[in-house]
Protein backbone atom coordinates (compact mmCIF):
# COMPACT_ATOMS: atom_id res chain seq x y z
CA UNK A 1 0.00 0.00 0.00
CA UNK A 2 1.17 3.58 -0.87
CA UNK A 3 1.95 5.38 2.32
CA UNK A 4 0.08 8.50 3.34
CA UNK A 5 2.72 11.00 3.65
CA UNK A 6 3.47 9.92 -0.02
CA UNK A 7 -0.51 10.23 -1.00
CA UNK A 8 -0.46 13.23 0.70
CA UNK A 9 3.05 14.84 -0.77
CA UNK A 10 0.98 14.98 -4.56
CA UNK A 11 -1.78 17.02 -3.01
CA UNK A 12 0.24 19.32 -0.65
CA UNK A 13 3.66 19.30 -2.46
CA UNK A 14 4.58 22.85 -0.67
CA UNK A 15 4.28 21.20 3.09
CA UNK A 16 7.51 20.52 4.37
CA UNK A 17 8.00 16.35 4.75
CA UNK A 18 8.70 15.88 8.48
CA UNK A 19 5.11 17.70 8.62
CA UNK A 20 3.87 14.85 6.41
CA UNK A 21 5.92 12.07 8.32
CA UNK A 22 4.48 13.06 11.45
CA UNK A 23 0.63 12.83 9.91
CA UNK A 24 1.43 9.40 8.86
CA UNK A 25 2.43 8.54 12.15
CA UNK A 26 -0.02 9.96 13.74
CA UNK A 27 -2.92 8.37 11.35
CA UNK A 28 -1.42 5.19 10.19
CA UNK A 29 0.99 4.33 13.15
CA UNK A 30 4.21 2.48 12.21
CA UNK A 31 4.38 -1.18 11.78
CA UNK A 32 5.81 -3.18 14.58
CA UNK A 33 9.87 -4.28 14.58
CA UNK A 34 11.78 -5.37 17.33
CA UNK A 35 13.49 -2.38 17.62
CA UNK A 36 10.68 -0.87 19.46
CA UNK A 37 10.85 -2.89 21.79
CA UNK A 38 14.69 -3.02 22.35
CA UNK A 39 14.24 0.84 22.89
CA UNK A 40 12.15 0.40 25.74
CA UNK A 41 14.96 -1.97 27.17
CA UNK A 42 17.37 1.03 26.26
CA UNK A 43 15.21 3.47 28.41
CA UNK A 44 12.82 5.21 26.30
CA UNK A 45 9.53 5.59 27.98
CA UNK A 46 7.04 2.89 27.90
CA UNK A 47 3.68 3.56 25.88
CA UNK A 48 0.60 2.96 28.03
CA UNK A 49 -0.85 0.76 25.55
CA UNK A 50 1.70 -2.62 25.09
CA UNK A 51 1.83 -3.74 21.82
CA UNK A 52 0.24 -7.39 21.12
CA UNK A 53 3.03 -9.64 19.05
CA UNK A 54 1.22 -12.36 17.38
CA UNK A 55 2.80 -15.94 18.66
CA UNK A 56 3.23 -18.76 16.09
CA UNK A 57 1.23 -20.85 18.77
CA UNK A 58 -0.75 -19.53 21.90
CA UNK A 59 -2.25 -15.88 22.75
CA UNK A 60 -0.50 -12.75 21.79
CA UNK A 61 2.37 -11.62 23.97
CA UNK A 62 2.25 -7.96 25.55
CA UNK A 63 5.47 -6.61 24.64
CA UNK A 64 6.37 -2.95 25.75
CA UNK A 65 6.88 -0.47 23.37
CA UNK A 66 8.24 3.02 23.49
CA UNK A 67 5.71 6.34 24.20
CA UNK A 68 6.48 8.87 22.27
CA UNK A 69 9.23 9.54 18.75
CA UNK A 70 11.77 12.32 18.75
CA UNK A 71 11.64 13.39 14.67
CA UNK A 72 15.03 14.74 13.42
CA UNK A 73 13.18 17.64 12.61
CA UNK A 74 12.64 18.18 16.76
CA UNK A 75 8.99 16.86 16.37
CA UNK A 76 7.62 14.59 18.68
CA UNK A 77 4.84 12.13 17.97
CA UNK A 78 3.00 9.61 19.75
CA UNK A 79 3.78 5.81 18.91
CA UNK A 80 1.16 4.07 17.85
CA UNK A 81 2.02 0.66 16.66
CA UNK A 82 0.00 -0.27 13.57
CA UNK A 83 1.06 -3.52 11.61
CA UNK A 84 -0.82 -2.05 8.19
CA UNK A 85 0.92 1.02 8.51
CA UNK A 86 4.22 1.34 5.69
CA UNK A 87 6.43 2.95 7.93
CA UNK A 88 9.01 1.27 10.64
CA UNK A 89 11.99 1.60 12.59
CA UNK A 90 14.95 0.16 11.67
CA UNK A 91 18.32 0.64 13.41
CA UNK A 92 21.27 2.11 11.54
CA UNK A 93 24.66 3.40 12.47
CA UNK A 94 24.09 3.31 16.26
CA UNK A 95 20.76 4.86 16.32
CA UNK A 96 17.49 4.19 14.80
CA UNK A 97 16.29 5.51 11.15
CA UNK A 98 12.44 5.86 10.22
CA UNK A 99 12.03 4.00 6.79
CA UNK A 100 9.22 4.30 4.22
CA UNK A 101 9.07 0.41 3.11
CA UNK A 102 12.88 0.62 1.20
CA UNK A 103 13.12 4.21 1.44
CA UNK A 104 14.86 5.99 4.59
CA UNK A 105 13.14 9.21 6.05
CA UNK A 106 15.10 10.03 8.79
CA UNK A 107 16.78 9.90 11.95
CA UNK A 108 14.90 9.08 14.90
CA UNK A 109 14.80 8.67 18.87
CA UNK A 110 12.59 8.12 21.40
CA UNK A 111 11.34 10.49 24.63
CA UNK A 112 13.40 8.71 27.79
CA UNK A 113 11.35 7.20 31.21
CA UNK A 114 12.11 10.96 33.01
CA UNK A 115 14.42 10.25 35.90
CA UNK A 116 11.94 11.28 39.02
CA UNK A 117 9.69 8.07 37.86
CA UNK A 118 11.04 5.75 40.78
CA UNK A 119 10.03 8.78 42.89
CA UNK A 120 7.26 8.14 45.80
CA UNK A 121 4.91 10.14 48.07
CA UNK A 122 5.24 10.01 52.21
CA UNK A 123 2.58 7.72 51.73
CA UNK A 124 3.94 5.44 49.18
CA UNK A 125 2.09 6.96 46.45
CA UNK A 126 3.31 6.88 42.47
CA UNK A 127 2.78 9.81 40.10
CA UNK A 128 -0.22 7.89 38.58
CA UNK A 129 -2.01 7.38 42.42
CA UNK A 130 -1.13 10.95 42.63
CA UNK A 131 -3.09 12.13 39.72
CA UNK A 132 0.39 13.43 37.28
CA UNK A 133 1.71 11.92 33.82
CA UNK A 134 4.72 13.28 32.50
CA UNK A 135 4.25 13.75 28.69
CA UNK A 136 6.83 15.21 27.13
CA UNK A 137 8.19 18.14 28.93
CA UNK A 138 4.27 18.77 30.01
CA UNK A 139 3.47 17.96 33.45
CA UNK A 140 -0.86 16.78 32.73
CA UNK A 141 -2.23 16.80 36.40
CA UNK A 142 -5.78 15.45 36.61
CA UNK A 143 -7.19 14.85 40.19
CA UNK A 144 -10.49 14.34 39.62
CA UNK A 145 -11.19 12.86 36.07
CA UNK A 146 -14.59 12.16 36.52
CA UNK A 147 -17.48 14.44 34.95
CA UNK A 148 -20.04 14.78 36.15
CA UNK A 149 -22.03 14.87 32.88
CA UNK A 150 -21.69 11.04 32.29
CA UNK A 151 -23.97 10.73 35.35
CA UNK A 152 -26.63 13.16 33.54
CA UNK A 153 -26.22 11.44 30.35
CA UNK A 154 -24.77 14.97 28.99
CA UNK A 155 -21.14 14.14 27.96
CA UNK A 156 -19.46 14.97 25.16
CA UNK A 157 -19.87 12.88 22.35
CA UNK A 158 -16.08 12.00 21.07
CA UNK A 159 -15.41 11.86 24.90
CA UNK A 160 -14.42 8.28 26.56
CA UNK A 161 -12.49 9.35 29.30
CA UNK A 162 -14.34 10.87 31.73
CA UNK A 163 -16.43 8.18 33.27
CA UNK A 164 -16.38 7.77 36.77
CA UNK A 165 -14.38 4.17 37.43
CA UNK A 166 -11.25 3.05 39.34
CA UNK A 167 -8.82 6.17 38.43
CA UNK A 168 -11.30 8.18 40.09
CA UNK A 169 -12.06 5.81 42.75
CA UNK A 170 -8.81 5.38 43.64
CA UNK A 171 -7.90 9.39 43.76
CA UNK A 172 -10.83 9.65 46.28
CA UNK A 173 -12.93 11.78 44.15
CA UNK A 174 -16.62 10.86 44.80
CA UNK A 175 -19.37 12.14 42.71
CA UNK A 176 -21.07 15.34 43.35
CA UNK A 177 -19.17 16.30 45.60
CA UNK A 178 -16.88 19.64 44.70
CA UNK A 179 -14.03 19.29 47.74
CA UNK A 180 -11.18 16.86 46.64
CA UNK A 181 -9.24 14.83 49.84
CA UNK A 182 -6.69 16.43 51.39
CA UNK A 183 -4.84 12.85 50.87
CA UNK A 184 -4.83 13.58 46.95
CA UNK A 185 -3.78 16.90 47.30
CA UNK A 186 -0.85 16.52 49.22
CA UNK A 187 0.21 13.83 46.83
CA UNK A 188 -0.01 16.26 44.42
CA UNK A 189 2.14 18.60 46.34
CA UNK A 190 5.13 16.08 46.72
CA UNK A 191 4.87 14.47 43.06
CA UNK A 192 4.98 17.79 41.19
CA UNK A 193 7.88 19.32 43.74
CA UNK A 194 10.20 16.63 42.55
CA UNK A 195 9.16 17.15 39.31
CA UNK A 196 9.68 20.59 39.11
CA UNK A 197 13.17 19.74 41.17
CA UNK A 198 14.19 17.34 38.51
CA UNK A 199 14.57 20.19 36.02
CA UNK A 200 12.80 17.72 32.76
CA UNK A 201 9.29 19.33 32.80
CA UNK A 202 8.68 23.00 31.35
CA UNK A 203 5.15 23.37 32.21
CA UNK A 204 2.00 22.09 33.80
CA UNK A 205 -1.08 21.65 32.64
CA UNK A 206 -4.12 21.28 35.11
CA UNK A 207 -7.43 19.63 33.89
CA UNK A 208 -10.29 17.13 35.15
CA UNK A 209 -13.96 15.82 34.93
CA UNK A 210 -16.51 18.75 34.97
CA UNK A 211 -18.74 19.97 38.08
CA UNK A 212 -22.20 21.02 36.70
CA UNK A 213 -21.43 25.11 37.06
CA UNK A 214 -19.02 27.72 36.43
CA UNK A 215 -19.37 28.32 40.11
CA UNK A 216 -18.38 24.90 41.64
CA UNK A 217 -15.62 24.42 38.78
CA UNK A 218 -13.80 27.06 40.42
CA UNK A 219 -14.12 25.84 43.73
CA UNK A 220 -12.63 22.48 42.73
CA UNK A 221 -9.90 23.92 40.54
CA UNK A 222 -8.53 26.56 43.41
CA UNK A 223 -7.20 23.81 45.88
CA UNK A 224 -6.12 22.23 43.10
CA UNK A 225 -4.05 25.80 41.11
CA UNK A 226 -2.76 26.92 44.41
CA UNK A 227 -1.44 23.14 45.33
CA UNK A 228 0.53 23.25 41.68
CA UNK A 229 1.73 26.68 42.41
CA UNK A 230 3.25 25.83 45.60
CA UNK A 231 4.66 23.28 44.53
CA UNK A 232 6.21 23.84 41.66
CA UNK A 233 7.59 27.94 42.87
CA UNK A 234 8.33 29.58 39.67
CA UNK A 235 10.19 27.36 38.11
CA UNK A 236 7.14 26.07 35.81
CA UNK A 237 4.14 27.71 33.66
CA UNK A 238 0.74 26.21 35.80
CA UNK A 239 -2.32 26.62 33.39
CA UNK A 240 -5.90 25.61 34.41
CA UNK A 241 -7.83 23.86 32.36
CA UNK A 242 -11.07 23.51 33.48
CA UNK A 243 -14.92 24.53 31.90
CA UNK A 244 -15.18 27.98 30.83
CA UNK A 245 -15.72 30.07 34.24
CA UNK A 246 -16.33 33.67 34.46
CA UNK A 247 -13.94 36.47 34.78
CA UNK A 248 -14.43 36.71 38.68
CA UNK A 249 -13.54 33.49 38.07
CA UNK A 250 -10.62 33.56 36.10
CA UNK A 251 -9.12 35.94 38.41
CA UNK A 252 -9.78 33.50 41.47
CA UNK A 253 -7.58 30.90 39.53
CA UNK A 254 -4.89 34.04 38.35
CA UNK A 255 -4.66 35.02 42.23
CA UNK A 256 -4.17 31.43 43.41
CA UNK A 257 -1.51 31.01 41.03
CA UNK A 258 -2.23 30.43 37.64
CA UNK A 259 -0.50 32.33 34.64
CA UNK A 260 -2.50 31.05 31.61
CA UNK A 261 -5.92 29.02 31.08
CA UNK A 262 -7.50 27.01 28.35
CA UNK A 263 -11.36 26.71 28.21
CA UNK A 264 -12.13 24.08 25.81
CA UNK A 265 -15.38 24.79 23.50
CA UNK A 266 -14.65 21.88 21.38
CA UNK A 267 -16.97 23.30 18.21
CA UNK A 268 -17.13 26.18 17.45
CA UNK A 269 -20.59 25.86 15.20
CA UNK A 270 -23.95 27.17 17.39
CA UNK A 271 -25.89 24.36 15.95
CA UNK A 272 -23.15 22.15 16.38
CA UNK A 273 -22.19 22.78 20.04
CA UNK A 274 -25.60 22.00 21.89
CA UNK A 275 -25.67 18.39 20.25
CA UNK A 276 -22.01 17.15 20.36
CA UNK A 277 -21.19 18.64 24.41
CA UNK A 278 -24.81 18.72 26.27
CA UNK A 279 -23.41 19.20 29.40
CA UNK A 280 -21.73 21.87 28.63
CA UNK A 281 -24.08 23.81 26.53
CA UNK A 282 -26.88 23.20 29.39
CA UNK A 283 -24.40 23.93 32.45
CA UNK A 284 -22.80 26.98 30.60
CA UNK A 285 -24.02 27.41 27.15
CA UNK A 286 -22.31 28.45 24.05
CA UNK A 287 -22.31 32.35 24.37
CA UNK A 288 -21.36 32.55 28.57
CA UNK A 289 -17.80 29.96 26.96
CA UNK A 290 -16.91 32.70 25.05
CA UNK A 291 -17.40 35.56 26.94
CA UNK A 292 -15.58 33.71 30.12
CA UNK A 293 -12.46 32.97 27.07
CA UNK A 294 -12.89 36.90 26.37
CA UNK A 295 -12.93 37.60 30.24
CA UNK A 296 -9.85 35.70 30.56
CA UNK A 297 -7.94 37.75 28.29
CA UNK A 298 -8.73 40.96 30.45
CA UNK A 299 -6.93 39.11 33.24
CA UNK A 300 -4.57 37.30 32.00
CA UNK A 301 -3.91 38.94 29.04
CA UNK A 302 -3.53 38.26 25.14
CA UNK A 303 -1.72 35.13 23.97
CA UNK A 304 -2.48 33.64 27.61
CA UNK A 305 -6.07 32.04 26.98
CA UNK A 306 -6.61 28.80 24.79
CA UNK A 307 -9.50 26.58 23.56
CA UNK A 308 -9.25 23.51 22.38
CA UNK A 309 -11.24 22.40 19.47
CA UNK A 310 -12.12 18.74 18.21
CA UNK A 311 -12.39 19.30 14.23
CA UNK A 312 -14.52 16.86 12.31
CA UNK A 313 -17.48 16.48 15.37
CA UNK A 314 -19.33 18.60 12.97
CA UNK A 315 -19.57 16.26 9.64
CA UNK A 316 -21.26 13.16 11.69
CA UNK A 317 -24.46 12.73 13.71
CA UNK A 318 -25.68 14.20 15.80
CA UNK A 319 -24.18 17.16 14.49
CA UNK A 320 -26.42 18.32 11.48
CA UNK A 321 -23.83 16.52 8.91
CA UNK A 322 -21.86 19.85 8.05
CA UNK A 323 -20.24 19.18 4.25
CA UNK A 324 -16.67 19.37 4.95
CA UNK A 325 -16.77 22.83 3.12
CA UNK A 326 -19.52 24.53 5.60
CA UNK A 327 -17.12 22.32 8.17
CA UNK A 328 -14.17 24.55 7.16
CA UNK A 329 -15.91 27.73 6.75
CA UNK A 330 -17.12 27.98 10.86
CA UNK A 331 -13.99 26.74 12.06
CA UNK A 332 -12.11 29.35 9.91
CA UNK A 333 -14.44 32.14 11.28
CA UNK A 334 -14.23 30.83 15.14
CA UNK A 335 -10.36 30.61 14.24
CA UNK A 336 -10.46 34.74 13.13
CA UNK A 337 -12.48 35.62 15.81
CA UNK A 338 -10.55 34.08 18.66
CA UNK A 339 -7.27 35.31 17.71
CA UNK A 340 -8.46 38.63 17.10
CA UNK A 341 -9.52 38.58 21.07
CA UNK A 342 -6.04 37.51 21.72
CA UNK A 343 -7.18 34.14 22.60
CA UNK A 344 -4.98 30.49 20.83
CA UNK A 345 -7.72 28.01 19.08
CA UNK A 346 -5.84 24.42 19.10
CA UNK A 347 -7.45 21.53 16.46
CA UNK A 348 -7.24 17.52 17.30
CA UNK A 349 -8.77 15.81 14.72
CA UNK A 350 -11.22 13.22 16.04
CA UNK A 351 -9.98 10.12 16.81
CA UNK A 352 -13.11 7.76 17.85
CA UNK A 353 -12.52 5.80 20.73
CA UNK A 354 -14.43 3.38 22.23
CA UNK A 355 -17.46 3.74 24.41
CA UNK A 356 -18.69 6.50 21.64
CA UNK A 357 -21.39 6.69 19.45
CA UNK A 358 -18.22 7.14 16.54
CA UNK A 359 -17.28 4.18 14.62
CA UNK A 360 -13.37 3.82 14.38
CA UNK A 361 -12.82 5.09 10.63
CA UNK A 362 -15.29 8.06 11.33
CA UNK A 363 -12.52 10.18 12.48
CA UNK A 364 -11.31 13.39 10.45
CA UNK A 365 -9.28 12.45 7.18
CA UNK A 366 -5.76 13.31 7.26
CA UNK A 367 -5.95 15.52 4.21
CA UNK A 368 -8.96 17.75 6.43
CA UNK A 369 -6.80 18.14 8.82
CA UNK A 370 -3.69 19.21 7.08
CA UNK A 371 -5.85 21.56 4.98
CA UNK A 372 -7.07 22.71 7.88
CA UNK A 373 -3.79 23.10 10.22
CA UNK A 374 -2.69 24.81 6.81
CA UNK A 375 -4.95 27.24 6.84
CA UNK A 376 -4.83 28.00 9.98
CA UNK A 377 -1.27 28.79 10.43
CA UNK A 378 -1.68 31.24 7.76
CA UNK A 379 -3.92 33.22 10.01
CA UNK A 380 -1.79 32.95 12.80
CA UNK A 381 1.09 34.58 10.32
CA UNK A 382 -0.70 36.95 9.18
CA UNK A 383 -1.62 37.60 12.92
CA UNK A 384 1.93 37.47 14.43
CA UNK A 385 0.38 35.37 16.96
CA UNK A 386 2.10 32.03 17.31
CA UNK A 387 1.37 28.95 19.06
CA UNK A 388 2.64 29.81 22.75
CA UNK A 389 4.79 27.39 24.05
CA UNK A 390 2.87 27.85 27.39
CA UNK A 391 0.18 25.90 25.47
CA UNK A 392 1.98 23.13 23.35
CA UNK A 393 5.30 23.34 22.66
CA UNK A 394 7.97 21.29 20.62
CA UNK A 395 8.57 18.92 23.37
CA UNK A 396 4.76 17.83 24.13
CA UNK A 397 3.02 18.49 20.76
CA UNK A 398 2.49 14.54 20.06
CA UNK A 399 -0.79 14.61 18.60
CA UNK A 400 -1.09 18.18 17.04
CA UNK A 401 0.34 19.91 13.96
CA UNK A 402 0.29 23.61 14.79
CA UNK A 403 3.65 23.97 16.80
CA UNK A 404 5.20 21.61 13.27
CA UNK A 405 3.56 24.70 10.76
CA UNK A 406 4.53 27.13 12.74
CA UNK A 407 8.34 26.59 13.27
CA UNK A 408 7.64 25.50 9.10
CA UNK A 409 6.35 28.97 8.41
CA UNK A 410 9.24 30.54 10.30
CA UNK A 411 6.37 31.63 13.27
CA UNK A 412 8.88 32.21 16.75
CA UNK A 413 6.77 31.25 19.78
CA UNK A 414 6.29 33.15 22.58
CA UNK A 415 7.65 31.71 25.57
S1 LIG B 1 -16.47 17.99 29.72
FE1 LIG B 1 -16.78 16.69 27.93
S2 LIG B 1 -14.67 16.24 27.19
FE2 LIG B 1 -14.49 16.98 29.33
S3 LIG B 1 -14.50 15.13 30.58
FE3 LIG B 1 -16.62 15.88 30.49
S4 LIG B 1 -17.53 14.76 28.78
FE4 LIG B 1 -15.31 14.54 28.59
Redesign the pocket.
Known amino acids: MESLSKALKRRFNSIPDPILWKTELLFRGVRFTNELEEAVKEGAAANYWPYRKPQPEGPPKFVDVPYLFELESGAVARVRVEDRSGFEVRRSNGGYRLLDGDRELCGVGFVQAHKWQSFRTSDGATQFEAGVEQLGDMLVVNVAPG ?1 E ?2 LSKK ?2 T ?2 G ?2 RFGSRSKALGQVQGRVGLEERTLQRLYEVLRCAAESGEARHVYLTG ?2 MLSPELEVERYLPVVETARRAVGDKLRVTCGS ?1 AVDRAGTARYRDAGADSCCY ?1 L ?1 TWAPEVFPVV ?1 P ?2 SSSVGRDRWIEGLLGAVDVFGRGNVASAFVAGVELLPPAPRMTPEAMMASILEGAGFLMDHGIMPLYSPLWPVEGTGYAKDDGLSPELYIDLEEKICRMRQERDFPVPSWLICPGCSYMLLEVDFDRAYGLAAVH
Do not use: A
Request: with cysteine; glycine share 24%.
Open positions: CYFSCFCYGGSGNECGK
